[in-house]
């Protein structure tokens, strides 16, 4: 049996460095005021088809739907937004408290062709913030990635960044497109001709190159917004740059969803080819009422974990991996026994201890402790259980004492704890 197309595992062998990232950001997240929460990875279909957009690559060739025996269109979540604004507004979490701030983790899946950094179920680290129209909180978010990353040891990432107007300026700037890509009809691929009365931002997305080179010269949204969502991106430029995070205006940004409004943005790196983006997110000021909430504004992002984390190999950033405390080499049925029983209460008191029941020799359980990493062995042979006098060993000092065997979990743990 094999795993299906675009589905992997990640082997203990490589999660050091998925254990960092989670154990870094969500003291940075929890530090900054945020909660994490947990959603289904299954939810209706039609959550993900009013929210990310009927239009979108997501909903129109990327969803895994399915019917389930009662017949209701399932979807395996392929983001987390749209839940999460769903769990707010079931929850009504805006009536006493409209101001909430989330983040969690976990799998997303997309039906996409799969190749290095895309998968069919991939990972995302997802940042929300409810109830906070300030231009500031779109800074903090950035903020926020540009640090995560940078106390990950990341380089070579730029943050792209973008306004997309909102329902004022947006109309009128659809226009201004339309009338331009009128003119550039014949150069569109097909999935863009038919977008083009429904949804012309989305050709600005489009991957294609032929859109691509057709759309050079578009009209921007950035340079048609209206006068409060031309303050709003100032004061986020202004933060950023007192708060020197370094940023570039990417006028043709527009991001793979329909809900953004105002501030867009995107990680990228150059290091992974054709899938550059690390990060993504926005602001989306109007999902909350349109999927039956309150008027809400809300912004967040999403990381692609999985990308980051091959970023972070090419840059050899070290994974976290705790070494072993103690290895215990028993020889001998009785020194077995007691290894055992130390073992155990050792691991119990959040020591790493580990010992070897093969019965194999002096030397190969030496070569067992130091391919483990262990910071000290305890040598138990028939000798040292019938003097009842056992040796341990510091592997980086190299220095060795001898333990009574009647205080010797006392001692052990002593010894260990001061490591
Ligand atoms: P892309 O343009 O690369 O398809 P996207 O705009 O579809 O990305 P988002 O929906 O913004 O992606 O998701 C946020 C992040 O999740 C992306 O920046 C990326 O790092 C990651 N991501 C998206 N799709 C995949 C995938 N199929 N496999 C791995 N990571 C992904
Ligand atoms: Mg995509």
């Not at 203990?12 to 947990?38: M, N």
């Not at 269109?73 to 769903?86: F, G, N, Q, W, Y």
């Not at 009365?197 to 950035?222: E, V, W």
Request: aromatic share 8%; hydrophobic share 35%.
């Amino acid at each position: 049996m094999q795993t299906i197309r675009g589905f992997r595992d990640i082997l203990p062998g490589r999660i050091g460095l998925w254990q960092k990232v989670e154990k870094e950001a969500s003291r940075l997240f929890e530090a900054f005021g945020f909660k994490e929460i947990r959603i289904p990875v299954l939810e209706k279909t039609e959550l993900f088809a009013r929210s990310i957009g009927e239009t979108t690559d997501i909903v129109e060739k990327e969803m895994y739907t399915f019917d389930d025996r009662k017949k209701d269109k399932l979807t395996l979540r392929p983001e987390a937004t749209a839940s999460i604004v769903r769990s707010y507004i079931q929850h009504k979490m805006y009536a006493d408290n409209p101001i909430r701030k989330f983040y969690m983790t976990g799998p997303m899946f997309r039906r996409e062709r799969p190749q290095k950094g895309r998968y069919r179920q991939f990972y995302q680290i997802d940042v929300e913030v409810f109830g906070v129209a300030s231009a500031y909180i779109d800074s903090q978010l950035i903020y926020l990635l540009h640090n995560l990353f940078k106390n990950l040891g990341l380089t070579g990432l730029s943050a792209h960044i973008n306004s997309l107007g909102c329902p004022e300026c947006r109309p009128a700037y659809q226009k201004t497109l339309l009338n331009f890509l009128e003119a550039k009809k014949d150069l569109l691929c097909e999935n863009c001709r038919r977008r083009m009365s429904k949804n012309p931002l989305r050709i600005l997305d489009c991957k294609a190159q032929t859109c691509q080179d057709a759309i050079k010269n578009a009209p921007a949204i950035l340079d048609n917004l209206c006068d409060e969502c031309d303050n709003h991106f100032k004061i986020v430029k202004t933060t950023l740059e007192k708060q020197n995070v370094d940023f570039i205006v990417n006028k043709t940004l527009v991001r793979g969803l329909d809900y953004y409004t105002r501030t867009a943005w995107e990680i990228q790196t150059t290091s992974l080819g054709a899938q550059s983006a690390v990060a993504g997110g926005g602001r989306y000021d109007k999902l909350v009422k349109e999927l039956g909430g309150p008027d809400t504004p809300a912004i967040g992002f999403a990381i692609g974990f999985d990308r980051l984390v091959e970023v972070m190999e090419q840059l050899n950033i070290e994974p976290l991996e705790p070494g072993l405390d103690l290895f215990i080499i028993a020889m001998g049925n009785e020194a077995m026994d007691k290894a055992y029983h130390w073992s155990c209460n050792i691991n119990q008191n959040g020591l790493r201890s580990e010992t070897d029941f093969q019965g194999k020799s002096l030397k190969s359980l030496m070569k067992k402790a130091n391919k483990l990493n262990a910071g000290h062995v305890l040598i138990a042979g028939d000798k040292e259980v019938k003097e009842n006098a056992f040796i341990l060993r510091n592997m980086e000092t190299k220095e060795q004492v001898i333990i009574n065997g009647d205080s010797l979990l006392a001692d052990l743990i002593n010894i260990l704890k001061k490591q």
